[in-house]
């Protein structure tokens, strides 16, 4: 039997990142994947494959509405080949995770293929095909991630009523795609199909898309994602989903209980995600699980269990690649005897519709509600020359500070390249920068980074330059 001093259980982001870290720390680690492919949903089919969609659906549709105010002009008729688009996100997804195949190699990780189970606390079965081999781990750390979550009345057959990882590989653009989730991945594949040719409307039982967003990101990027094409229905419950043949009926009430029917060709179910631990067999280990069917964790990330850790979707907070990523790290860090942290509150969220949209820290209607008096600054991206020189000219940069100390408590944003632009909030407000050190920074001209020093200016002093 093998020993390991760590072994981590699923090997997203999280996972895969504890890996390398423990074993950069002289750990001999072994990490255990149940596909066959490293990655996990990230990589496989969520992020990356998300991504090269988007990008590929950008490309396609510039060339139907934007290339000629540019002055390109394409002879004939611009024609769309998906089985190729598809291609190309499955080739993206390829070389991604045989990345992360090389850096278990190069850091000397044993990699299992098989379905992790706990024997006990020290002892993992991994089982494939029938076969189980048993391995011991001084530590180990738990990163299964999540699934995609359903409504419990929703038939789910992944044909015609799909989940986002059959979205990912569709081989027809739908007539009418409806989504059903106005959150971050409902509306990037609703945008991935509208730019395709394909009719989508989006279905949220909230007031508003995006809703843990800023209500101010929130309503532009309805206003804009409208201007699209893309139609909305907010504050509307769904209450049945029926497929009959090719068409598929939705029958929901709106914010006046008033019953819509909607009819469609696809159904995107898109209502979040669940932690997944089915088959981790945790209770042989005595790890608890919440009610939500989260992994419980102390601040360390340690579960009720010394030697067990985990991290990423698989416990509480939000379900981000990148968080997971920290997670994994400051857990390898610590079995390493360090003293890593991380402050939840500076991990930014982003939405990689065009416009992108993206946010770090406190939203306006959290200050109003911690009671936090606070300063806002607004400047919207039609005022800069970069923005009016790519034709990217719709949303906005707010930054909201503190009344008094003018700390920077928040920063929000739409447009594009927020979500690069964004690392330049979470700095900032990683060393407690004042709206005021912000906007005496030279931001370079024309970029689309002057926006946040404009934002900066209408918070400190109420004297953007260029409004």
Excluded at 165 to 183: Q, S
Excluded at 213 to 218: C, R, T
Excluded at 332 to 355: C, F, S
Excluded at 369 to 375: L, P
Aim: with cysteine; net charge negative.
């Amino acid at each position: 039997m093998s020993t390991y001093d760590v072994a981590v259980i699923g090997s997203g982001p999280g996972g895969y990142v504890a890996a390398i870290r423990c074993a950069q720390l002289g750990m001999k680690t072994a990490i255990i994947e149940k596909y066959s492919t490293l990655g996990g949903t990230c990589l496989n089919v969520g992020c990356i494959p998300s991504k090269a969609l988007l990008d590929s659906s950008h490309h396609y549709h510039d060339a139907i509405a934007h290339f000629e105010e540019h002055g390109i002009e394409i002879p004939g008729e611009v024609k769309l080949n998906l089985e190729k688009m598809m291609e190309r996100k499955a080739s993206v997804v390829s070389q991604t995770c045989d990345g992360v195949k090389f850096l278990m190699d190069k850091n000397k990780i044993d990699v299992y293929e098989g379905v992790g189970s706990f024997k006990d606390k020290t002892h993992i079965n991994i089982d494939k095909d029938g076969e189980t081999q048993t391995i011991e781990a001084k530590k180990t750390i738990i990163a299964t991630g999540s699934k995609p979550a359903n409504l419990p009345f929703i038939e789910l057959d992944k044909e015609r009523v799909i989940t986002s990882t059959e979205a990912l590989k569709l081989k027809e653009v739908p007539k009418h795609m409806i989504v059903i989730g106005g959150g971050v991945i409902g509306l990037e594949l609703g945008q991935v199909y509208r730019r395709l040719g394909a009719e989508v409307t989006v279905v949220e039982f909230l007031d508003r898309i995006i809703p843990t967003m800023d209500s101010a990101l929130s309503k532009e990027l309805q206003k804009v994602l409208k201007k699209q094409g893309i139609k909305f229905h907010t504050s509307t419950k769904v209450k049945s989903v029926e497929r009959n043949g090719d068409e598929i009926t939705i029958k929901a009430d709106d914010k006046k209980d008033k019953e819509i029917e909607l009819k469609g060709d696809y159904c995107l179910v898109s209502v979040g995600r669940r932690p997944y631990t089915d088959g981790l067999n945790a209770e042989a280990a005595g790890v608890k699980l919440d009610d939500k069917g989260r992994v419980e964790v102390n601040d360390h990330l340690q579960t009720n269990v010394e030697n067990i850790y985990a991290i990423g979707d698989v416990v509480r907070g939000a379900m981000l690649a990148h968080k997971a990523e920290e997670e994994g790290t400051m857990v390898a860090e610590l079995i390493a005897g360090q003293k890593p942290h991380i402050d939840y509150n500076l991990i930014p969220g982003v939405v990689y519709t065009w416009p992108e949209v993206a946010a770090v820290g406190k939203t306006e209607e959290q200050l109003k509600e911690e009671g936090v008096k606070y300063k806002e600054g607004k400047f919207p991206m039609r005022a800069l020359g970069r923005s009016r020189a790519s034709g990217d000219i719709d949303g906005l940069v707010k930054i909201l500070a503190d009344e008094k100390t003018d700390e920077v408590l928040g920063v929000h944003m739409i447009g594009a390249r927020t979500a690069d632009l964004i690392a330049e909030a979470v700095t900032a407000m990683e060393f407690r920068a004042s709206a005021e050190d912000i906007s005496r920074m030279s931001h370079a001209h024309p970029t689309y980074a002057e926006a946040v020093k404009e934002a900066a200016l209408a918070a400190t002093e109420n004297r953007p330059l260029h409004i």
